[in-house]
């Protein structure tokens, strides 16, 4: 079993370091995955499980190369080091990978390793939001060019919302948690996982209204 799981969860990482390593034409001894999940460098699904269990390093150990695991705050600036060449593969959500391919990166899509949507929007205890129709006039706080962004823009949609009518704060989600706490802005949309994190941290101040 233990073979069956590595084999399936390796596959897709040697698919991209064989065409990465093409498209560089370098000579690296350090393969550098990079992770939209916090600089703190977490990863989601099977590419998670690898880590844990060691397999990726297993793995590339064979062919001579270290991994180097580099933690990024969201999919935008994944983006910018994996332009630069600072990394080798990445995993990163749907939206910057997306844009990603649309600014002529070259850069190959080899596969999903968490298909989960797991994203929340937050308000304030407090708030009068409780319907969709009651963003009108308020101000929601994600960071444009990434997963949050398209969660947000799909909502609107789904529930017909006037967008122009909505503010956006374009900043990250502790800054977005920090503003709302304040009362700077009315929502901030984050991980699922964050969201439950920061509404027990803060009992009773915040609440999750919508979660995919």
């Keep these: 079993m233990k073979k069956l799981v ?3 969860l390796m596959a897709v990482l040697l698919i991209s370091v064989t065409l990465n390593f093409t498209f560089a034409k ?3 001894k350090v393969v550098r995955i990079g992770t939209a999940a916090g600089t703190s460098a977490n990863f989601y699904g099977n590419l998670a499980v690898a880590k844990e269990l060691g397999f990726v390093e297993e793995e590339f150990k064979k062919i001579g ?5 580099i933690g990024f705050a969201n999919g935008v600036a994944v983006n910018e080091a994996l332009a630069a060449d600072d990394l080798d593969i990445v995993s990163i959500g749907d939206l910057p990978a997306a844009t990603s391919y649309a600014n002529g990166l070259d850069n190959v899509w080899i596969g999903t390793t968490y298909a989960i949507n797991d994203k929340a929007i937050i308000v304030r205890g407090d708030s009068p939001i409780s319907s969709p129709q009651d963003f009108t006039g308020k101000t929601v706080a994600y960071q444009n060019g990434t997963a ?3 969660v947000f823009e ?3 949609e789904e529930y017909k919302l006037d ?3 909505i503010e956006v704060s374009n900043i990250a989600f502790a800054n977005g948690l920090a503003a709302l706490l304040r009362g700077d802005v009315d929502a901030v949309i984050g991980t699922y996982e964050s969201a ?3 509404v027990k941290q803060n009992e009773g ?8």
């Design 6 to 8: 590595k084999t399936a």
């Design 26 to 28: 370098t000579n690296k």
């Design 65 to 69: 190369y270290d991994v180097e695991y």
């Design 163 to 165: 967008k122009s009518k």
């Design 148 to 150: 949050y962004q398209f």
């Design 154 to 156: 799909k909502y609107t």
């Design 205 to 212: 101040k915040i609440k999750i209204i919508f979660n995919t």
């Design 196 to 198: 439950l994190a920061a």
